[in-house]
């Protein structure tokens, strides 16, 4: 009998971790391109990195920074009932895309 050496769990853990890592990819894309409908963005939107907090997730998952609160104007701003509005529906619409992507039929 012979043994690739990678144990099945494993390899079905690393493909799993990758359509995760991919799937994210496209809804992070799809959170910036509703974001971005809305209001300015910084220089670098979309930015990946190993997040810890991400990382345990068995989903698509994204962090959204949405201001800094060190910012005396980004504070005031993040406070405005419309700007909170404005960045709750950009998230949903992101989301329901999102939904229609994985329902089809192409979706991997």
Not at 72 to 86: L, M, P
Request: net charge neutral; hydrophobic share 40%.
């Amino acid at each position: 009998m012979r043994s690739s050496g990678a144990s099945p769990i494993r390899s079905d853990t690393r493909a799993l971790h990758t359509r995760v890592q991919k799937a994210s990819s496209r809804f992070a894309s799809m959170l910036e391109e509703e974001l971005e409908k809305r209001g300015p963005m910084g220089p670098r939107p979309l930015q990946q990195a190993p997040m810890r907090v991400l990382s345990g997730a068995n989903m698509p998952a994204a962090l959204v920074e949405i201001a800094y609160l060190s910012n005396a104007d980004e504070e005031r701003t993040v406070q405005s009932g419309d700007f909170q509005a404005s960045v709750v529906q950009a998230m949903y619409d992101a989301i329901v895309r999102f939904r229609a992507y994985l329902e089809a039929p192409t979706a991997p």
